[in-house]
């Protein structure tokens, strides 16, 4: 079974202060990761991805991630938080040992830069 | 413009009331997928389509029904709505399975009584 845990409901942080929205996943093979955003009445946009290669990825908005596998985490990173970037974030995680279409969501985690 | 359309964005009825939420993508998806989103729980998928006339269920598919006649539609069916599935519903689509993004509807916010 595949899994994805975002231990945060909320996370606060100052404006131009670095943001960090944590993700872990759990998987039997290899995975599909995953973030998404989610701003008011408004449905859920792509953010980043993972599928191989290098472990930091580099995504829309200034956003990027890092991979570690030994620690099974895909955490969000942000060098200098905007106003802007306030709203809901969700990682999902998609294991490939089956071949299955399954993309499991997290619960999301709130985020509000302070200004 | 690539966009998934929803309607109807909003939409209260009462238990028992059949009722159908249309889905639709102009970007020549070949699969699709419904979600529904609840606070702390995140989004959890109802059911998705890998092409058209092939279905399969997700996580939580008691209480509705789908189909997949047109590639470019994925309509929702809640044969008799109960209060138990008031919540904001999502579409997506995507072009395969091999890690590419999903694409989503702008939501349906639905309340029964």
């Known amino acids: 079974a595949q899994s994805v845990a975002q231990p945060e409901d909320q996370v606060n942080v100052a404006e131009g202060n670095p943001l960090t929205v944590k993700c872990t996943y759990s998987?039997?093979?290899?995975?599909?990761l995953f973030w998404y955003v989610q701003y008011p009445n408004r449905g859920l946009q792509f953010l980043l991805k993972y599928i191989t290669g290098d472990n930091l990825v580099k995504g829309s908005y200034g956003f990027e991630a890092e991979f570690n596998k030994s620690q099974t985490s895909f955490h969000l990173k942000k060098p200098s938080a905007l106003v802007s970037d306030s709203a809901l974030y969700f990682c999902?995680?998609?294991?490939?040992?089956?071949?299955?279409?399954?993309?499991?969501f997290g619960t999301g985690t709130r985020l509000t830069i302070i200004p | 413009e690539a966009q998934v359309t929803q309607n109807p964005r909003y939409l209260i009825t009462v238990t028992g009331k059949k009722l159908t939420v249309t889905c639709s993508q102009n970007m020549n998806h070949e699969y699709m997928s419904w979600y529904r989103q609840d606070p702390g729980l995140g989004l959890r998928q109802i059911y998705y389509s890998m092409n058209v006339e092939v279905t399969d269920k997700g996580d939580v598919p008691e209480g509705y029904k789908v189909s997949r006649k047109e590639k470019r539609n994925f309509p929702l069916i809640l044969e008799s709505p109960s209060p138990n599935q008031t919540s904001l519903y999502f579409c997506a689509s995507y072009k395969s399975a091999m890690g590419l993004e999903q694409y989503f509807g702008p939501g349906t916010r639905l309340t029964v009584t």
């Open positions: 999902a995680v998609r294991d490939l040992s089956f071949g299955n279409e399954k993309l499991t």
């Open positions: 998987v039997s093979g290899n995975p599909y």
